[in-house]
């Protein structure tokens, strides 16, 4: 899994519908979900930290959550399928974890207000993601390339010699 934080809200400059933009820590890879108006609404107050006059959905569960003392203990994106992105709350009550199933777009909200991480898996990444530094990408392959044709059989030996002769 690749934990990944919010870059923002932005619009598909086509369709004109909300994008919520992951990044990874590294900011080399992005992870566009498309989701509806309501849903950015709810992600853009919690990354500017209004506070509604009254609660909003998203408010009011995580005044139930606090108040019953159940912490939301993070967002796992864990699958891809047919171009809709799935997603799972992880839910801490004491000894006890409950997995919930959620859209993306609601579990960010959650997560943004109770500053919880968001998880992407792997497979969903390679599969949805976009390049944002591909220069980077371009000299971390070749820098790859250049160890791997300068390496020798005998490199990984005398790399097991030395492990030995410390444990020793």
């Not at 086509?14 to 989701?35: C, G």
């Not at 959905?57 to 967002?75: G, K, P, S």
Request: aromatic share 6%.
């Amino acid at each position: 899994m690749i934990e990944m934080n919010v870059a923002g809200i932005a619009l598909d400059a086509s369709s004109r519908i909300p994008i919520v933009l992951l990044k990874d820590a590294t900011e080399r890879r992005a992870l566009p979900i498309w989701i509806g108006q309501n849903e950015a609404k709810a992600i853009l107050s919690a990354l500017e930290d209004q506070k509604p006059p009254r609660p909003m959905t998203h408010d009011l569960l995580c005044a139930m959550l606090q108040e019953w003392e159940i912490e939301f203990d993070r967002v796992v994106i864990n699958a891809l399928e047919d171009s809709t992105f799935f997603a799972t709350i992880s839910l801490k009550q004491g000894e006890t974890i409950k997995y919930i199933d959620a859209r993306p777009s609601d579990a960010i909200a959650l997560a943004l207000r109770l500053d919880a991480p968001i998880w992407v898996m792997e497979e969903v990444v390679a599969d949805a993601s976009i390049p944002v530094d591909q220069e980077a990408d371009e000299a971390e392959r070749e820098e790859f390339k250049r160890f791997i044709d300068q390496i020798r059989p005998g490199d990984f030996k005398t790399q097991l010699d030395d492990s030995e002769a410390t444990k020793g």
